[in-house]
């Protein structure tokens, strides 16, 4: 039976050589079978303990996890965005007037 909602876990460890690992659903004694190939962002490795949001689905009579979201990692359009990039801008020129000033007095 294919879960319509999605559901929230913690992954509860990956094998990194083989691509797949094991979360542990909220509230839930249950784990999920999940690989690498069904997460977004898979060149950042699943670490032990990091958040999933997903949907269970039945893959030949086994439950596995599907459509997740990967809670603790931003995406890189949630990273750069307009204002971030203004922000690191600004930062970056006040470093280099306090970089001046300070030549300056020395």
Same mark, same amino acid.
């Given at each position: 039976? +294919?879960?319509?909602?999605?559901? =929230?876990?913690?992954?509860?460890?990956?094998? *990194?050589?083989?691509?797949?690992?094991?979360?542990?659903?909220?509230?839930?004694?249950? +784990?999920?079978?999940?690989?690498?190939?069904?997460?977004?962002?898979?060149?950042?490795?699943?670490?032990?303990?990091?958040?999933?949001?997903?949907?269970?689905?039945? =893959?030949?009579?086994?439950?596995?996890?599907?459509?997740?979201?990967?809670? =603790?990692?931003?995406?890189? *359009?949630?990273?750069?965005?307009?204002?971030?990039?203004?922000?690191?801008?600004?930062?970056?020129?006040?470093?280099?007037?306090?970089?001046?000033?300070?030549?300056?007095?020395?």
């Amino acid at each position: 039976k +294919e879960s319509i909602m999605f559901v =929230d876990g913690v992954v509860k460890n990956y094998n *990194a050589e083989r691509g797949f690992g094991f979360i542990s659903v909220d509230g839930q004694k249950k +784990e999920i079978f999940f690989h690498i190939t069904d997460c977004p962002n898979r060149d950042v490795e699943p670490k032990q303990g990091e958040r999933f949001k997903f949907r269970i689905v039945d =893959d030949q009579g086994k439950s596995k996890a599907q459509n997740i979201v990967r809670l =603790d990692i931003q995406s890189e *359009a949630e990273r750069h965005t307009p204002q971030s990039r203004a922000n690191a801008r600004k930062n970056i020129t006040q470093r280099k007037i306090t970089r001046n000033q300070v030549q300056v007095v020395v």
